[in-house]
């Protein structure tokens, strides 16, 4: 049974810092397409990042240049670094997991098989 576990949230300031991890167990992180997804309340959930099995990073506008999407050296957790953060990037942060390498449309969440309970991040100004 595949579980995908996130760590690493919580409250900062903005402009503050905090790094999101994803352990996986019964699943392969190393090969897999994986994405982070936030969803704040009243709003739809929506792609942040994504990390193709070719390391190859895709960011939704509003996080470019702020955050960022890797695994570490073993390939066994997923981070997302996020920094210069704002109270826009309020939610609740989701770690999802495809059975493929490479998918269509890496920003999409139909596309991922595999979700974590997910883990709050609070910005506030």
């Known amino acids: 049974q595949v579980q995908l576990v996130e760590s690493g949230g919580g409250s900062v300031q903005a402009d503050g810092s905090l790094r999101l991890a994803c352990g996986a167990s019964g699943y392969t992180i190393s090969t897999r397409c994986m994405a982070w997804f936030r969803q704040a309340p009243g709003k739809e959930r929506e792609g942040v990042a994504a990390l193709n099995g070719d390391e190859i990073a895709t960011y939704v506008d509003s996080v470019k240049g702020r955050f960022t999407i890797s695994r570490d050296n073993a390939k066994t957790t997923l981070f997302l670094q996020m920094n210069s953060l704002k109270p826009a990037d309020t939610a609740m942060y989701y770690c999802?997991?495809?059975?493929?390498?490479?998918?269509?449309?890496?920003?999409?969440?139909?596309?991922?098989?595999?979700w974590g309970q997910g883990i709050q991040v609070t910005v506030s100004s």
């Open positions: 999802a997991g495809s059975q493929w390498r490479l998918v269509p449309n890496p920003m999409d969440d139909h596309e991922y098989n595999y």
